[in-house]
């Protein structure tokens, strides 16, 4: 049996060993431990590094300037006149490194953290002179081989951002040098189209336009405007849900290939069609909308007039004048007095568009088929519009070497255009006087609005067949 008894406080004292250098050193090397300790984190970031270099994929040269990223991380480095790059704070065993550089392609690669002997390659991609394009040619031409400018918009991502409803509204401000002007904002009517500005002063601007490389007319003011009736454009006859992709040939170069007319330049539409060994794919879509004459109490003035003895005398009617004696300036609001009846002059107008598409393919036949059906009400009862739109696309492959393909389109409707100027509502509305408020135009200039409404119809029917075939044989 052994005891132990704790010494007390006296005997430490008596045993505590005199400063020496032995427990100094001790003193030290326990201090430089726990420095090491407090430092570690950042001793352990500085291990966590990725480097290596950016180099060209023929040559193996180095790539100055190129930005070096940690996926899913704020942490980047660009690589040094030697392609060198250095990235510090990694986490995790392995991270993806994205690389980019202007005239190279964008790539990605996995590394290992801790890796600083990491090479990535980029592929150079200056300038692509071999995208095909249609031009309106019988086949399609080369980028480099037109000479002038071609923008394109790709009318399927457009239309599922935007949502646009007509084909104007898709080539506003989506190709430079375009400049989509509406000419009303009235149903049926459509825009003026400039490519790179006016010109001329009195000849058309309107640039030619061909549909799967068959010349269709788009002229704006078609018809008849009589008593200011709204010009139509051919343009919005088409369904944008039926487009692929637009091509606008800019320039006067454009004329080398199209003729003198082709001096406006040249649109170019290309409409969707099927995929080879492709299941049948049903799409169906309904816009619905409205449009209205924004703030008509604020933009339509107030009439003055002066009740004079004349108008007195040759009506025999001071209420003419509100009762009010010889010299007295009355007003008049044709707003105001119509909404105050209970029939406003322009009310909201309903815009819907039912559309349906069936597309697919085999090896040997690829087809694509849709419907458009447009009901427009415009914001008065004599501006709306009727039309319905049908398209087909079909290729036929009997063998590797030869194709054949038709496109068929169908548009047939009926626009009520209404009145702007002359006898129109608006018309009407801006140059009344108050001193025939009492009669039957209550006010307005020539006819109240209801008379204008069921008197002058401005209206036009369109019934157009387009087709088109072609044949490719790759001999």
Excluded at 44 to 68: C, H, N, S
Excluded at 349 to 369: A, K
Excluded at 371 to 382: A, L, R
């Amino acid at each position: 049996m052994h005891s132990y008894s704790p010494p007390r406080p006296t005997e430490l004292l008596q045993r505590a060993p005199h400063p020496s250098s032995s427990g100094v050193f001790r003193s030290i090397l326990t201090l430089a431990m726990g420095l090491c300790i407090i430092a570690s984190p950042e001793l352990l970031a500085q291990d966590r590094v990725v480097a290596g270099t950016v180099r060209r994929a023929v040559t193996l040269t180095p790539i100055e300037g190129a930005r070096v990223q940690i996926e899913g991380t704020d942490l980047f480095a660009t690589t040094d006149g030697a392609g060198r790059f250095r990235i510090s704070g990694a986490s995790g065993d392995s991270v993806t490194l994205q690389v980019r550089r202007l005239s190279y392609t964008a790539t990605a690669q996995r590394v290992a953290v801790g890796a600083t002997e990491t090479r990535i390659l980029m592929s150079e991609s200056p300038v692509k002179l071999d995208e095909v394009v249609v031009t309106g040619t019988a086949v399609g031409t080369q980028s480099r081989a037109i000479g002038n400018a071609v923008s394109t918009i790709n009318a399927v991502d457009e239309i599922e951002k935007s949502g646009v409803g007509d084909v104007g509204s898709l080539l506003n401000a989506r190709a430079p040098g375009v400049i989509v002007t509406s000419g009303s904002g009235r149903i049926g009517a459509g825009p003026s189209i400039n490519i790179r500005g006016k010109n001329t002063i009195s000849l058309s601007q309107q640039p030619l336009l061909y549909i799967d490389g068959v010349r269709v007319v788009n002229d704006i003011g078609t018809g008849t405007r009589f008593q200011g009736g709204s010009p139509a454009s051919r343009l919005n006859d088409i369904s944008p849900e039926d487009i692929e992709s637009m091509e606008i040939i800019k320039g006067p170069a454009a004329a080398t290939i199209y003729g003198t007319e082709a001096a406006n330049g040249v649109i170019q539409i290309i409409t969707k069609k099927g995929r080879a060994n492709s299941a049948p794919v049903w799409i169906a879509s309904v816009r619905q909308g409205t449009q209205w004459f924004q703030d008509p109490e604020g933009r339509m003035p107030t009439n003055y007039a002066t009740c004079g003895a004349a108008h007195v005398v040759a009506t025999s009617l001071a209420t003419d004048c509100h009762g009010q004696a010889v010299g007295t300036v009355v007003t008049w609001d044709a707003v105001e007095q119509e909404n105050a009846r209970g029939t406003p002059i322009w009310t909201n107008g309903h815009l819907q568009t039912y559309n349906g598409s069936l597309s697919g393919g085999l090896p040997l036949v690829r087809y694509y088929v849709s419907g458009t059906y447009d009901h427009d009400k415009g914001i008065e009862p004599n501006n709306k519009l009727n039309r319905f739109s049908g398209h087909a696309n079909l290729t036929i492959s009997p063998n590797e070497k030869v194709d054949v393909s038709s496109s068929l389109t169908f548009v047939r409707g009926k626009t009520h255009l209404g009145t702007e100027y002359g006898a129109g509502s608006w018309w009407g509305a801006l140059y009344g006087s108050p001193l025939s408020e009492g009669g039957p135009g209550r006010g307005f200039n020539l006819y109240p609005p209801e008379a204008v409404w069921g008197l002058f119809e401005n209206t036009q029917d369109i019934a157009r067949f387009t087709a088109s075939g072609t044949i490719n044989h790759r001999p």
